[in-house]
């Protein structure tokens, strides 16, 4: 009967509410804003020459190569969504339907890959089964042959794909846990085996979260940059954000219209995307609202030979999407030298990690990284909070325009919106003495992590009883007070845990710097971007082995505090 | 004197009519019961009150303040309203403790330190929670939160109390004893309350005036006694009480009659009736009793089932298409029986499906 009305129009609450939005839509629009503009200018936007032009357009369109990055970013990201879904999926009724063994340990393991950054886990592949790894020379030298290449489209779907199983985990997981078991039970009293019931009842109840993690590792896979950096260019294969990325080396000057007018075809790839995902969504939800109630999760029996199976299964993806890279990153950082017929054990060594140290450049880049993971996570909760109070039970037109605005930057890769603010810290006078400080670096990251936060601080906002707000007003509180008095101090769990997330997501963080960063203001992931040109790899080794380390310890931190990694 | 005025309260939501234009008043000192079933727009109209809920039309006031007049366009927020609202969940604050949670509205308004000390404890007091002062919402019963709620709107002496079905999440035991001190006190303290039930028992109870909502109109007003033995209307007859709804045609000028039996009644409806018309009577259970033969107005029925209750047995009646039920002290065993149904216990209503 109660339904949440809209509360009397003028109140300081909403003053606040359009301010905030306001400065959203301009931290936002800006950046797309300047990509578009750029799209249509001839020459670089800050070139006296330059004017409104569909040159680029024409050179772009006419690019073969664009038609071949495109034609692989689409096949690329097909194929990553054909191998992620159908096992993250399997997982996911494994660990939340089954009495699996250990399933408990086995959740934060499982989810290992989604917190690396693809250009560590990449370069764990390159180490572990590249080449000249340490598993595929293992394979040579006792087999005589190694049957697999990485460096290959093939070899690129299969990494990616088998990374990204935990984005579909998530979401296939948590639609799982709502879901009644009476539902199963009932199945299984009628005579159907646990596989049938899988496939005939949760399956089919589970189909639009299934459907929406399609959608989002579609999106996901168009955007990938750092997979593709490590495993395709090697040998030739480029994609959209590798294209826009090689194109100033291809003319030797900058090209920022081409980039832009990439850059926009892309946009207008995954906006499409962005959208079918808010209204899948939207669907989802109203799907699960008919089931979740008071859901009693007793678990599937799955019997001895059940568990082997299961247990291969997983053990196998296990291996490949965990053991391998973190193990060959492991090995890699700590030996000097390698090779058919080299003991590791008499090569070991602290070399790189001293040379890391010894390094300003390096040693300032593990500072930054922290300071912008730490620091820097903490500043973006403070404004995602800003945000979310302001979207916090708005109904009205501002609060769709808020939705909007922080889906957009979801469509738009970590390089392009690096890309972007890099011009408009260069663009606008009064930002350009911040360009070569990390508070350039900062306001990226927000925006990039800007719909991650935001999600779960809504969610956390969430929890709140509207009444807790209501009893507040009726007492006599205002908006703002009751925000500061009531709504916050119940949160704050809440807080620590999204700020430990986003810590997360700003150590990893490697592709949005790829622009901006410059002398002083290093950080690892873009660190191991551009020392992979110049293929310093025992630096890199030692890197990536240091994030790997720092992820870790935020990952401890985050589940210490009973962080909400399902939303 | 009024503390609460509402005229013509109009709401909508989404594309339905959720209120049609409600008005009452109520003064200081008395307790005012919106009662009604569950969508007939009680709760909104108390959101309302509260500003919770934005009106499209109408005009509030409180204690003599406008607090909403859509004609000039004035709406205040809730925390201009000054009133004291308790929630059916209650509500508590998780992070404050029983004190803080109370202090809250007095802080509010600028009153600390001692005298909001002396404030908080002698209500806490008043309603026997000064021990538990220092303890959280999650250490006490129901029955303790639901006191806390209720010290929580009155300390700061709002013109309005309002509370949001107050007893509904108490058990049986503790609702009949929270009818009878919250009326107390509310009386003792001299302050103007409404309350939503969609319980009789409690409206009657409680209430000094009941206002009886259908599809978010006030279909009839007045003290529990008035609204219990004189209904306005068949909806208001049907929904107090335990009745039997019979189906019939008017017979005479005041009677109803079906195949093989007739009745003796008063007509209630508004409109005038014709004799032969389709008609319906309601006759509350209570007004049956079981007689040893035939009278005026008395009619034979046969004893289908005799169901025990604890308190008393209650009778399932049948004669040919019309069934009643009725209650008795004794047993009764299957088979014919006399039934004496006072005249004036039979209300005649029309049978169009207005109601």
Known sequence: MSAAGGLAPRSEGQTYRVAIIAALVLVVMAPVGLIIYQSFLGAPFFDKTARLSLEAYDYVLTDPDFWIALRTTAIFAFGLVAVAVPLGAMLAFLLSRTDLVGKRWLEPVALVPMFLSSIVLAFGYTVAVGPSGFVSLWMKETFGFKPWSIYSLGGMILIGGLSHVPNVYLYVSSAMRSLPSDLEEAARAAGASIWRVSLDVTLPMVLPSLIFAAALNLLLGFETFGIPLVLGDPSGIVVLTTYIYKVNGIFGTPTYHVMAVVAVALILITLPLVYVQRLLLRNSRRYAAVGGKGARATPLRLGPAGQAIAWSVIALWLIISVVLPIGGITVRAFVDAW????????????????????????????????????????????????????????????????????????????????????????????????????????????????????????????????????????????????????VIPIIRPGLVGAWSLIMIVFLREYATGVYLMGVGTEVVGTLMVSLLTSGSMDQIAALAFLSIIFTALGLGFALRLGARIHD | ??????????????????LRGASFEASRGTIVALLGASGSGKTTLLRCIAGLEQPEGGRIEIGGNVVLDSARGVALPPEKRNIGLVFQSYALWPHRNVFDNVAYGLKLRGIEGQEARTRVMAILEKLGLGHLSERFPDQLSGGQQQRVAICRALVYEPRVLLMDEPLSNLDAKLREDARYWIRKLILELGICAIMVTHDQAEALAMADHVLLLQNGVIVQSGSPIEMYSQPATFYAADFLGANNVLRGKLTGACAIGGEGWSLDGVVRETRPLAVGEEARAVVRTERISIVSGPGENHLQMQVDACLYLGSAWEYRLSCGALSMKAHGADQLPPGPVWCAVPRDAVWIFGADGAA
């Open chain 1, 339 to 486: 090779g058919e017929g080299v003991r590791l054990r008499d090569h070991l060594t602290l070399a790189h990690f001293a040379h890391v140290l010894d390094t300003p450049s390096l040693y300032r880049g593990i500072v930054n990284t922290l300071l912008l993971a730490v620091i820097g996570g903490a500043f973006a909760v403070a404004i995602y909070l800003a945000v979310g109070l302001a979207g916090h039970r708005n109904k009205g037109p501002s609060g769709a325009l808020l939705d909007y605005m922080v889906l957009l930057p979801r469509a738009l890769p970590g390089i392009i919106i690096g890309l972007a603010f890099f011009w408009l810290f260069l663009f606008v006078p009064f930002l350009t003495p911040l360009r070569p400080t990390l508070v350039s670096l900062f306001v990226a990251y927000t925006v990039v992590g800007l719909s991650y936060g935001l999600r779960i601080i809504q969610a956390t906002l969430m929890q709140v009883a509207p009444e807790l707000e209501e009893s507040s007003r009726t007492t006599g509180a205002s908006p703002m007070r009751t925000w500061r008095d009531t």
């Open chain 2, 1 to 18: 004197m009024t503390d609460l005025s509402v005229a013509n309260v109009e709401k909508w939501l989404g594309g339905n009519h959720i």
